[in-house]
């Protein structure tokens, strides 16, 4: 908005207000004691267009953009911990009971027993937040002394960790909130209230699924894969639960019987032939190839709540594999053994299989 204030502009109008008849070339004593002025005004114009963009939902961003977001009652997610199952073992590898509050570590990160789950299986949370969490996998070390422990294991995500939400993903989903208009149970309050839940990447509403009075949730976890069990039992409880369906205990309203279910996945997999620049061989360019397609599927599983179906195309995907180091070209792509995109429907989303690469 004040581009045009520039140091030379304000200067320029302000030598301008000096009668003509006294000295204004630079290094005279009108032209010195104005430019400092120029200059700390020219700043000045600067910092007021920074905070006007601030004052926008649209260009602002940070502290500003939270504390904008919600004046509507949109506020940013924290970053989460990770929930995940442990499991433990006696010497005779048979179930063994650990105390609550017992913790164990791998990879340098490090999980605490929350609660029991059955003999020798527990809720573990990750002590440090994000999804750093999510990333492993295997034996456990005990930090606290354990009587009878032979082996522990950490296993399956109960509920992902997430980093804090970013600025751009915290902006599409205010102004879609906006927009959405929320109120009483429509679909837009829906897919208020659920995205704003912990470990929930995204949402679509089915109203009058099964009939009047009924909505179908369908989520994806914040790290855009297919829910847990465990997640989608604790939306289920926070919306609708089971054992009191349709009598306003959660916040779906009176009469809503809600249905919480995870996305289902359609596998890919992925066959193509690859011409190499020289040099390069298969083995060099295989794990970057599949970092590619699973990078491709993933950007299509972050918009999965924004379209009613998702199509996984072949030519973006080569267009990926092409900007691979050592990659000529890329043809004859087929997934799941043809040669055609695949359109899936509301509720799947595309997860990578297998790569296979020919010459």
Not at 8 to 19: C, H, K, N, Y
């Amino acid at each position: 908005m004040y581009e045009a204030q520039t140091f030379d502009a304000i200067l320029l109008r302000m030598l301008g207000r000096v009668p003509a008849d006294m000295d204004k070339r630079e290094g005279s004593v009108i032209y010195d004691a104005l430019a400092p002025a120029s200059a700390e005004l020219a700043q000045m114009y600067a910092e007021l267009d920074i905070n006007y963009n601030l004052s926008f939902a649209d260009t602002s961003s940070g502290d500003y953009l939270t504390r904008r977001a919600a004046e509507h009652g949109t506020v940013r997610k924290t970053a989460t911990v990770a929930s995940r199952l442990g499991l433990f073992y006696n010497a005779a590898n048979e179930p063994l009971d650990v105390p609550i509050g017992s913790r164990y570590s791998i990879s340098g990160i490090n999980y605490s027993a929350a609660s029991k789950l059955a003999l020798g299986s527990y809720e573990l949370i990750c002590e440090t937040v994000g999804v750093v969490g999510n990333q492993h996998f295997g034996q456990l070390l005990p930090i606290d002394y354990v009587d009878g422990l032979s082996r522990a294991e950490l296993a399956d995500i109960r509920v992902p960790g997430a980093e804090e939400e970013t600025d751009e993903a915290l902006r599409a989903r205010f102004l879609a909130e906006i927009n959405a208009q929320p109120f009483g149970g429509n679909v837009g309050d829906y897919l208020e209230k659920i995205g704003g839940l912990d470990g929930v990447g995204g949402v679509k509403v089915f109203p009058a699924w099964a009939g009047g009075g009924t909505v179908k949730v369908t989520i994806v976890d914040s790290s855009y894969n297919p829910p847990t069990i465990a997640l989608v039992d604790e939306v289920q409880t926070i919306v609708d639960p089971e054992s009191n369906s349709g009598m306003g205990i959660g916040f779906a309203p009176i009469g809503h019987s809600v249905t919480v279910a995870g996305a289902a996945t359609v596998t890919i997999n992925v066959t193509t032939t690859v011409t190499l620049q020289s040099g390069f061989t298969i083995g060099q360019v295989q794990d970057n190839l599949e970092a590619a397609v699973e990078e491709y599927l993933l950007s299509l599983r972050r918009n999965w709540a924004n379209v009613a179906e998702t199509i996984v195309r072949i030519s973006p995907l080569e267009a990926r594999m092409l900007a691979v180091q050592g990659v000529a070209d890329v043809t004859g792509t087929l997934f799941n053994g043809t040669a055609a995109n695949v359109t899936l429907t509301e509720e799947q989303i595309p997860m990578a299989g297998t790569v296979t690469l020919l010459e």
